[in-house]
């Protein structure tokens, strides 16, 4: 299983970017989302939503940064609008959820992660 992201890049404060993850292989997955990691920092949960629709927002974002998911494709996009310098980090797609380990159908958990995709906001 992989996430490709793509996205990103310079945006001025105030500004808009958006940001789209791409989930390949099989793999029945429950949480889909975006962490971020700024220099120096511990990476942290941006934005995440469980298949049933459930929508968590970090409150530095909520207002501004709205996520939405299409579960038949597997893709997951965070609309990142009022950015702020603050905001500038690595953004790395997240998916946790099960894959089919052998032909009995048992199934393991598994958690993946995208390459990381560089967001800065110039102020």
């Known amino acids: 299983v992989q996430l490709v992201e793509s996205g990103g890049g310079l945006a001025q404060s105030g500004g808009s970017l958006r940001l789209s993850c791409a989930a390949s292989?099989?793999?029945?997955?429950?949480?889909m989302g975006w962490y971020r990691q700024a220099p120096g920092q511990e990476r942290d949960l941006v934005a995440s939503?469980?298949?049933?629709?459930?929508?968590y927002y970090a409150d530095s974002v909520k207002g501004r940064f709205t996520l939405s998911r299409d579960n038949a494709k597997n893709t997951v996009t965070l609309q990142m609008n009022s950015l702020k310098p603050e905001d500038t980090a690595v953004y790395y797609c997240?998916?946790?959820?099960?894959?089919?380990?052998?032909?009995?159908?048992?199934?393991?958990?598994?958690?993946?992660w995208g390459q990381g995709t560089l967001v800065t906001v110039s102020s």
């Open positions: 997240n998916a946790q959820g099960r894959v089919v380990v052998n032909v009995e159908g048992a199934t393991r958990y598994l958690e993946v």
């Open positions: 292989g099989s793999m029945n997955i429950d949480t």
């Open positions: 939503m469980i298949s049933d629709g459930t929508t």
